[in-house]
């Protein structure tokens, strides 16, 4: 069991709740405390809006522990309109196909489950968007 | 007060095992193998201190602390010995360390082994274990395994490139025409362009041919100054180069994914060091765990233009007598994907071609080469430069 462990990053799984640099502006996901892009220290919580395009993506046949039950599925870098770019399954997909550019967003789901008696571990997808932002 | 220069590090022998299914021996067995071999190449000589090289052994065999592990079942107890772990760069990484050690003067004999043990598990496990290499709390827990990493980077490259969908067919027919002819690797076996379009998918765009196969293996080699090389009546082999550079650990975090930043580096650096330039190298072996990072590697280390490195693939200029010869003795596609062991056996494999000791494999006059190895996708780079003298 990894109860804190997962509990403490509830907040950027849940709510996607990164960070903004209060030196050049430059919006932070996942957050880390220093700016990536200029080194400073940067604390100053930023609420994304979840929206954001596929830059790639490719299906996984091949599971980890932990993943067996829903294999295959779609995983995807997603570039967040606000410029970070992160990984996430896509889900509610459809008979529509994925490509390159395509506009998603953020919904919570289940991500992993760890046997029968186990935890079951919740965080963002990403699906096609439902409405032009 | 006179300074002396720094000891100049020379390779004194190389061992390595074949690559494959040992389902008979242990991660000790396979590494002894390897170590005694190197040894015996090496005249005999005993390191004072031994670098070890896995990237697995704690998931998949439960064990951590290689480094004493593998000197005491090597007859070196008492010796000092370090385990080092930088996903499928552990090899080169330790090779480094070893380098430095030797370098700094305080290291007379280093012994590099590279060792990894994975078919003892199967499947979920494998996946899950190696998928440890990327960011756990927000790669892994989204199901991302490395194949995964390699898919989304080469639908990406084929993407960007304009490259059409099997252009990357020539890496995995070279790999597997080198493989046909080496002793030590796993898949021995040619295939045709044909095959690689019939393959079955994996993540796609990846298919069967873009993916390495997992297996045992263990390589070793020395390293000492020249005057405790032992005479063998073959031309010595000088560590010219050697950088180890990273990049984010994340693929999602790394600015320019497919420039392979970490590589570029790494390569730039040993570059530096050696004063060589990319037209002097007589044969790179890059580290294609996935097909799509030999273009990005040939790009990265200044052997192809962004973009264009599928190109020498497609036009056969990646084989045993071509201008850029890559994977001679087969790189992970057949000669099999050793995670951590894999710097270790690159670098026993430029070693043997610089000797003239690569059989069939031989690079015709080859006298500079490259070998890097890569962790996770692209996060850790380690390369380094050999030069026969």
């Known amino acids: ?133 | 007060m006179p300074s002396t220069p720094p000891p100049e590090v020379y390779v004194a022998g190389v061992g390595l095992t074949p690559v494959g299914e040992h389902w008979n021996v242990s991660l000790r067995e396979l590494a002894l193998e390897a170590i005694e071999a190197a040894r015996a190449d090496a005249g005999g000589l005993r390191p004072q201190a031994l670098f070890a090289a896995n990237m697995l052994a704690p998931a998949l065999s439960g064990q951590t602390h290689l480094g004493v592990l593998l000197a005491d079942s090597a007859g070196l107890r008492g010796i000092e010995a370090t385990s080092f772990e930088a996903a499928g760069a552990s090899g080169g990484v330790a090779l480094r360390q070893a380098y430095l050690a030797v370098r700094s003067g305080l290291i007379e004999v280093a012994l590099v082994i590279g060792v990894e043990k994975i078919t003892d598990r199967v499947g979920p496990a494998v996946e899950a274990a190696r998928s440890m290499a990327g960011d756990a709390d927000h790669e892994a827990v989204q199901g991302l395994t490395p194949a995964a990493q390699a898919g989304l980077l080469m639908r990406r490259y084929l993407h960007e490139s304009g490259a059409p969908e099997d252009a990357l067919a020539g890496f995995a027919v070279n790999a597997h025409a080198n493989g046909l002819m080496s002793d030590h690797a796993f898949l021995r076996r040619a295939i045709s362009v044909e095959d690689y379009r019939q393959a079955p998918r994996e993540d796609d765009p990846l298919n069967l041919f873009d993916v390495a196969p997992l297996a045992d293996g263990a390589a070793a080699l020395l390293l000492t100054r020249r005057a405790a090389l032992p005479s063998g009546g073959r031309p010595d082999v000088r560590v010219a180069g050697s950088s180890v550079a990273t990049a984010a650990t994340a693929l999602h975090d790394q600015a320019d994914m497919l420039g392979l930043s970490a590589a570029a580096e790494s390569a730039r650096r040993a570059r530096l060091q050696a004063g060589v330039e990319s037209d002097q190298i007589s044969l790179f072996e890059l580290h294609d765990a996935y097909s799509v990072f030999a273009p990005l590697s040939l790009e990265a280390g200044g052997f192809a233009e962004r973009g264009q490195g599928w190109r020498l693939a497609a036009g056969g200029q990646i084989g045993l007598t071509g201008p850029y010869p890559i994977c001679t003795f087969g790189g992970s596609k057949a000669r099999g994907e050793v995670g951590g062991a894999t710097g270790v056996y690159q670098a026993a494999e430029v070693v043997l071609q610089l000797q003239g000791r690569a059989g069939k494999n031989q690079v015709a006059g080859a006298s500079t080469g490259l070998a890097q190895c890569l962790g996770g996708a692209g996060a850790t780079a380690a390369t380094h430069i050999f030069v026969a003298e």
């Open chain 1, 1 to 133: 069991m990894e109860v804190s462990r997962h509990w403490r990053l509830k907040q950027q799984r849940y709510a996607l709740v990164g960070e903004v640099c209060p030196s050049c502006q430059h919006k932070i996901f996942p957050p880390r405390d220093i700016c990536p892009d200029c080194g400073q220290e940067a604390r100053t919580t930023y609420q994304f809006s979840g929206r954001g395009e596929v830059f790639s993506f490719t299906t996984v046949r091949n599971a980890p522990t932990g993943f067996e039950e829903t294999a295959p599925y779609t995983v995807a870098l997603i570039k967040l309109d606000e410029g970070p770019m992160l990984t996430a399954q896509l889900t509610d997909l459809g008979e529509k196909p994925v490509e390159i550019g395509m506009p998603v967003e953020m919904v919570t789901r289940r991500l992993r489950s760890d046997g029968d008696r186990g935890m079951l571990v919740y965080g963002y997808k990403f699906r096609p968007a439902l409405k032009a932002a």
